[in-house]
């Protein structure tokens, strides 16, 4: 579900949907998800000053609480 949460979010936010893509790893820490959009969306990812950034992992971050597990986003470049 963290996984699909994070897809839609990010499709919604770039400029190009196609190039979105999430891939999920899990480790003893939890769910790693590792966020790749187009070079030239990663700003709309980030947002000013990282806020959207932030608001992405937190949004992520809760929805892994409410499933009971830990979930950190990575957004790759």
Same mark, same amino acid.
């Given at each position: 579900?963290?996984?699909? &949460? &994070? #897809?839609?979010?990010?499709?919604?936010?770039?400029?190009?949907?196609? /190039? *979105?893509?999430? #891939?999920?790893?899990? %480790?003893?820490? $939890? *769910?790693?998800?590792?966020?790749? *959009? =187009?070079?030239?969306?990663?700003?709309?990812?980030? /947002?000013? $000053? $990282?806020?959207?950034?932030?608001?992405?992992?937190?949004? *992520?971050?809760?929805?892994?609480?409410?499933? /009971? @597990?830990?979930?950190? @986003?990575?957004? =790759? %470049?």
């Amino acid at each position: 579900m963290m996984r699909e &949460l &994070l #897809e839609y979010i990010a499709r919604e936010l770039v400029d190009d949907p196609d /190039g *979105v893509s999430v #891939e999920e790893t899990t %480790d003893d820490r $939890g *769910v790693l998800l590792r966020l790749r *959009v =187009a070079q030239e969306d990663m700003g709309r990812v980030i /947002g000013r $000053g $990282g806020r959207t950034a932030r608001a992405i992992r937190q949004v *992520v971050k809760i929805a892994a609480i409410r499933d /009971g @597990v830990h979930a950190h @986003v990575d957004i =790759a %470049d």
